[in-house]
Every structure is written in C-alpha cells, then in structure tokens.
C-alpha cells in the first residue's frame, strides 16, 4: 500500500504573520463579545507580501466553517497549497497570481458566527448583519489601508454587505446574479477607487451553466486587468 504524503498545510514562504496585520484587520474583535457563543477565535488574514501595482484584495464571508472551523488558520484557507479556493484562483487567474501581484484577503465579518450550512440567504444574512456593524470599521480600515486596485467578493452576502459600505453602492446591484455581469465597475470609498465585481461563490461557479457567457467575460477582463499596465479602466 501506497502511503499519503502529509498535506503541507503551512506552507509559509512567503507569509510573514506581523504584516498580515498591518492593513488593520484585528487580532482579536472586542466588539462582538456579546453577540456570539462561539470562541471569538479569529484566522488571520492572508497577505502575500508582494509589491506590486496589481493590489488584489478578495473578501469573503465569514470565518466559520460548520464541520470544523478550528482548521481555518487563515481568510480564505489562501495559505493551503491544495485548498480548494486556492487552486480554483490558480485555475482563474493563473498560478502565477500568488507570485507576482499583491494579494491580500478577508472577510466581511471578520468573527465566527455560528450558523447552519443549509440556512437561507435571508438567514444568513440576519445572523450576519449585527456582527458587519461591528466589523465594517474594520473593513473599511483595510481597503484604506491596502489600497486594492481590484476588489473580488465571494457570495451573495459577502456582495450585499460590501455594496453597503462604499461610497456608490448604489451603483451595484443588489443581487450576484444581476451583478454579475462579467464586467468589472468603478468603486468608490471615500478617496480610494478601485476596480470591482463580486465573484461566484465557487460552488456556483462550476455549476453555473446559464452564466457561461458572463464568466468567459469576467476571466477575459480580469486578465486584461491583471496584465495591462493601468489598474483601473472602463
Ligand atoms: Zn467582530
């Protein structure tokens, strides 16, 4: 019998934990305390730790997995070489993503809310909802800081949440599935600007056959974005 290799799950080369921090995402959340019973116990976010003009930020819900949350070490589990999400990016924006262009992740609400895996959008996002008052400060924080050039969202809830902080969010719609079109829109929050579209949730996006025509749109833009020279167009 063939033995497994052990997952490499700390991959660590280019992550340096202290500047994971250093766009104002919180090492611990006092503010929403009195709102769960879950551990606060919150992943870091993910930083790449590359200059570059192409600053990538990639936002997406939460931080609670419902079998085992405790494994999420970082936002997005980006840190997992063979994670699911970070082989689907590698697979949509090309590997060399992680190389070269500055890529930071979070979430929206950056502490663990216990919820269902099979609860409702309207569910979702009521549990959801007084835990963003808490932490949008956060998150506004961090755009402020990072600077992204392009922003991608993950899920409805993610979408709806972060169309509520900018400063056109009236520009968006409301819905992923009017939202997204493929094309990327001008963000705006306060003075930074920034290219934007919410993304698929991955499930969706492998299965979403009616969205053929958007996707091939959205990846032709989101390459011609991440090669041209400008960050921030159409
Ligand atoms: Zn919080």
Known sequence: MVSKPVAKRYKGNQINKMDCYKFGYPEQCNKCGALSNVELKLPMPYYNNVTSSKKIMLIGQDPYIYRNHNRVEYVLMLNEEKGQLKRWLGGLF??????????????????????????????????????????????ITEINQFKPTLVLTF????????????????????????????????????????????????????????????????????????????????
């Open 94 to 139: 090309g590997n060399d993503i992680f190389s070269e262009v500055e890529l930071y992740a979070t979430n929206v609400v950056k502490c663990p809310v216990k919820r269902e895996p099979s609860s409702s959008l309207k569910r979702v996002l009521s549990l959801l909802r007084p835990y963003f008052e808490n932490c949008r400060d956060y998150l």
């Open 155 to 234: 899920g409805e809830p993610a979408h709806k949440l972060f169309i509520g902080i900018l400063s056109n969010g009236d520009a968006f719609e409301d819905r992923t599935k009017e939202a997204f079109t493929g094309e990327f829109k001008q963000a705006v929050l306060g003075d930074i600007r920034f290219d934007y579209s919410p993304c698929l949730h991955i499930k969706t996006y492998r299965v979403a056959e009616t969205y053929g025509d958007r996707i091939r749109k959205f990846k032709n833009h989101l390459m011609e974005k991440l090669n041209s020279g400008s960050s921030s167009s159409s």
